[in-house]
């Protein structure tokens, strides 16, 4: 999984050195951003953006050790640079480790980082069983992202909507507490949609009341506020 060039410069730490390693990697300029990127590390090495800029380098200069090392680095020094976040995220991905795709994923969206490649990491985190468990862990707890995540379900179709009420549903039978006027206002986009099923579903997994024919009733309630 590449890191995208559109996530990387904006978050990287401040610094010459790293500012003209910046300044060659966007560019595209292989060699002068390896040179650059490791004087910025020799410059600064006890700084985590520094080693997850020369990993990004690395990668995109088709050096996939040299950048894996690199990321390690970077992680020994902290997990707040988002480069590094989103490496060990498809590190992840591609193990088929969900728990530390999870983990870096939260600690992404916990820092209010959302991008392309984001959404598709949390598409295939949400594709497998043990993704979407892992991924409900954090949703216990994950209360600045909750929201957000509750009101994309309104944009998805199909098994993608399935598998993220499957998610939602799965952490709050753990716990997870819910704003059911924003749940409320995802089912109503649902069914402005003409996905009356899924958010019948949606509305049944979050916030549906107990009791025969709670449920229906509920839904039907919902879209008429």
Not at 13 to 18: H, M, T
Not at 30 to 37: C, D, E, N, V
Not at 123 to 150: C, D, I, K, M, Y
């Amino acid at each position: 999984m590449g890191v995208p060039l559109g996530l990387l410069p904006a978050r990287l730490a401040s610094g010459a050195s790293i500012r003209a390693a910046r300044e060659a990697f966007v560019s595209a300029d292989p060699m002068a951003a390896r040179a650059r990127a490791a004087a910025a590390v020799a410059a600064s090495p006890m700084n985590a953006g520094a080693s997850a800029l020369l990993g990004a380098v690395d990668l995109k200069s088709g050096d996939p050790l040299a950048a894996h090392d690199a990321f390690a680095v970077s992680a020994r020094l902290g997990w707040r640079n988002p480069a590094a976040q989103l490496y060990w995220l498809g590190v992840g991905l591609e193990a088929q480790d969900y728990a530390l795709a999870a983990e870096r994923l939260d600690a992404l969206l916990r820092t209010g980082q959302r991008s392309a490649a984001i959404h598709a990491a949390l598409l295939q985190l949400e594709a497998s069983p043990a993704g979407r468990s892992a991924l409900a862990t954090h949703l216990l707890a994950a209360s600045n992202w909750r929201e957000a995540f509750v009101a994309s379900t309104g944009a998805l179709s199909g098994t993608p909507l399935a598998r993220r009420i499957a998610v939602l549903q799965r952490a709050r039978a753990g716990g997870m507490p819910v704003d059911c006027k924003a749940v409320a206002a995802t089912v109503r986009t649902l069914f402005d949609r003409g996905a009356w099923q899924a958010a019948s579903h949606l509305w049944r997994a979050t916030c549906a009341s107990t009791g025969p024919n709670a449920r229906t009733r509920d839904v039907e309630q919902t879209t008429r506020r």
